[in-house]
């Protein structure tokens, strides 16, 4: 377990957003810590055109680096995933996430709140939470889990 102070600039992090843009959020946070960035979707939304380009000049600019997960799917393919109650992809995901943080044994992970505004934004939430367990429970390391708000901006946690 890390025993210093999770945010010092030594500490190995990574951050977990639903869609590009939302590491704006915490881009403060981002140029400190520098963390390994994942995006579950490509941001295309309803119009199908991909929104990763500004999100990957931000993260060179502010020396984090794209994880191995970076907007694989469209926003179309998670909502029908969740529409059609396809369980398996998203445990697979989990699964998939759980063994990158194993593997990468980050001190902390950050994600996006629960906040029910979008249900992408709350998946996020649910998956990384889901993987930093199945990823803690299988050795020795231990990776710390936060979150922050995108909507409701004035709360802390």
């Not at 520098?34 to 579950?40: A, C, E, G, L, S």
């Not at 889901?130 to 050795?139: D, E, F, K, Q, Y």
Request: with cysteine; glycine share 12%; aromatic share 10%.
């Amino acid at each position: 377990m890390h025993t210093g102070k999770p945010f010092e600039g030594n500490a190995r992090a990574a951050l977990v957003t639903a869609h590009p843009g939302h590491e704006l959020c915490v881009h403060g946070w981002l140029k400190r810590a520098r963390p390994r960035v994942f995006v579950i979707t490509d941001g295309s939304g309803r119009g199908g055109e991909p929104k990763l380009e500004a999100t990957t000049d931000l993260l060179a600019r502010a020396g984090a680096a794209r994880g191995s997960f970076y907007g694989r799917w469209t926003d179309a393919h998670l909502y029908r995933a969740m529409l059609c109650g396809d369980t398996d992809f998203f445990v697979r995901l989990a699964a998939e996430f759980a063994d990158i943080f194993a593997r990468e044994q980050f001190d902390y992970v950050a994600c996006e709140a629960l906040e029910g505004y979008n249900p992408t934004h709350d998946l996020c939430r649910l998956l990384t939470g889901s993987a930093l367990a199945r990823a803690n429970r299988s050795g020795g390391h231990h990776t710390a889990g936060y979150e922050f708000a995108l909507i409701d901006r004035g709360r802390s946690r």
